[in-house]
């Protein structure tokens, strides 16, 4: 029997190390803090059948070790996506699969990232990018947004005080579609204006699309990609929207010389092929239909959050109105900390993510996001009357 004591890892750990402590993944019953798609609109048959096919026909490739940049047929047809749904032009080569659009990220991030570099994003911004910036040490630092985006003149000076510091932005991160958290889609003119600013201090932008699929309202407009022709724009899409988070498959679309330094640090020897079978051809058949039916039924959700908001907060709060996506932006008095309750809040019910949270700066506690994809319809308003109570029982709301 084994008696000696556990072995100690401690001095060996690498510098660039850090304890990521996983959670509990706990659910509130009405739970708006994540960020999943609801489980009963998961397409579990399409794939199970696409599955099947793609393995009749090209499973015994499995016994091979897989190109490195992903299945070839599936960067096809995200090309032709792409120049269908984004007015892009790219080969296939241009575009390397991973595991999810999370790693994409973290890819470009480390390639381009030494520990004290600056790395600019939206005001409030994603916390899986923020937490990826952070780990390689950068100093991020934010630009301030209103409902059409970012907010030209800030961004402006937020470069200018920068370069006057004597440091280099290495890049300018930005969700222009349903962002997460706020919600807006950034407009024509914005996206035009961060271009001509972000030039003019020659620096890249990092474009990640991974909700523009889900619009059941308004006008697309067109990727920050292709109105570049410099290649300064990278550009990261995922279908963990589209298809399900747990089929770990996103992409990346760069310049060769920034996919050869991105792809050093993918350790595993590129994007699970099993998947990518599946995923491709299930693209080929019922994805769009697929699309369409989820966007209707989070139609229906968001539909039901804004009414819920408007029936139970009514003029104690603000809150965006999304064309798509999964998230509305709830601002509360600015007294008011939503950072400080988020767990009591939890405990009695109702799960949200707190503004703090996305922001370098630690900013927005009376600020929360709410997704109205995860839970079944009849939950969001029934949620949002619940919050209301909550708030109302702690002189938040009311009274
Ligand atoms: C803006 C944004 N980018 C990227 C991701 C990462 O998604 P995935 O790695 O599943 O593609 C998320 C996940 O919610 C997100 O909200």
């Known amino acids: 029997m ?10 060996l750990y690498s510098r660039g190390s850090v304890p990521v402590v996983r959670g509990e993944n706990r659910h509130a019953k009405y739970d708006f803090a994540v960020a999943y798609p609801d489980p009963d609109t998961l397409p579990l048959e399409g794939l199970a059948d696409s599955l099947r096919l793609a393995l009749e026909r090209e499973g015994k490739g499995l016994a091979l070790y897989p190109v490195s940049t992903g299945l070839p047929s599936l960067r096809e047809w995200v090309a032709e996506k792409l120049a269908r749904d984004r007015n ?6 241009d575009i390397v699969l991973t595991s999810g659009s999370g790693e994409a990220i973290s890819m470009i991030i480390a390639a381009l990232t030494d520990p004290g570099d600056v790395l600019l994003t939206e005001e409030y911004v994603y916390l899986g990018t923020l937490r990826t910036m952070r780990r390689f040490g950068a100093d991020v630092r934010s630009v301030k947004c209103d409902d059409q985006g970012i907010i030209p003149e800030d961004l402006d000076g937020v470069l200018a005080a920068v370069a006057a510091e004597g440091k280099k932005v290495k890049f300018l991160y930005t969700i222009p579609v349903f962002q997460n958290p706020m919600g807006w889609t950034m407009t024509l003119e914005r996206r035009i204006k961060t271009l001509e600013i972000t030039q003019k201090y020659g620096v890249p932008v990092l474009e990640d699309d991974c909700y523009v699929d889900l619009r059941f309202e308004g006008e697309d407009v067109t990727s920050m990609h292709s109105l570049d022709d410099t290649g300064r724009v990278l550009y990261v899409g995922s279908f963990s929207k589209i298809v399900a988070p747990g089929v770990r498959l996103g992409y990346m679309v760069a310049p060769q010389e920034v996919i ?6 993918n350790g595993g020897g590129g994007v699970n092929q099993f998947a990518a079978l599946a995923v491709q ?16 039924s989070l139609r229906v959700k968001r ?5 819920a908001l408007g029936e139970n907060f009514g003029d104690a709060a603000q809150w965006s109105k999304p064309e798509g996506g999964l998230y509305v932006w709830l601002e509360m008095p600015e007294d008011v900390d939503l950072a400080a309750i988020q767990n009591q ?7 949200y993510y707190n503004g703090t949270m996305f922001s370098p700066e630690g900013r927005g506690a009376n600020l929360a996001r709410l997704c109205f994809g995860h839970p079944p319809a009849e939950h969001v308003a029934e949620g949002v009357a619940e919050l209301a109570r909550i708030f109302e029982r702690r002189g938040i709301l009311g009274g």
């Open 2 to 11: 084994a008696t000696s004591s556990p072995f100690n890892y401690d001095s």
């Open 88 to 93: 892009m032009t790219v080969g296939v080569d």
């Open 260 to 265: 050869q330094r991105a792809m050093s640090f």
């Open 281 to 296: 051809e299930y693209a080929q058949g019922a994805m769009d239909d697929h699309i369409e039916e989820q966007n209707q």
């Open 303 to 307: 539909d039901a959050m804004l009414a």
């Open 345 to 351: 809040v939890f405990d009695e019910g109702v799960g």
